[in-house]
């Protein structure tokens, strides 16, 4: 009887802990989650992505990257027209550790165009972010 007892508080114990981490009122946020709080809506830079959006939701798209290294790196995006074959630096600047460094699309480079990159280097990484225009 006392075997029982123990067994059956050991059991609802264990069943307790496992079931708190799949509450159903908590929701993980997936890639394809549409979220409205501004915070939660900027994009990593230092991440290769493929983006389709319209204009005015690339517009309002918040371009994001924190400075991971001690020392200074060379953090420099570039805008390449796939289109029309321009390529212009639209930011270049040396971060520290925990330097936040967030940036928009300027209208004037995505007026026109449909297909783009934006080539990010940060230190010794390079990544790319191909921009599909929808409209």
Known sequence: MFLNILFIIGFTFMFNSL???ND???KDISSGD???????LGLQL???????????ELLSKEFITIGTKNYPELLRITFQDLERGSREIIFQKKIA?????KFTM??????????????VMKGDGMF???IDIID
């Open 46 to 56: 230092d991440k290769d992505e493929a983006i389709k959006c319209t204009r005015a």
């Open 128 to 130: 790319f972010k191909k």
């Open 97 to 101: 550790e925990n330097d936040e460094v």
């Open 34 to 40: 549409t979220l409205k709080t501004p915070s939660l």
């Open 24 to 26: 159903p009122q908590k």
């Open 19 to 21: 079931s708190a981490g």
């Open 106 to 119: 300027p209208l004037s480079l995505i007026k026109e165009t449909a297909m783009a990159v934006l080539i």
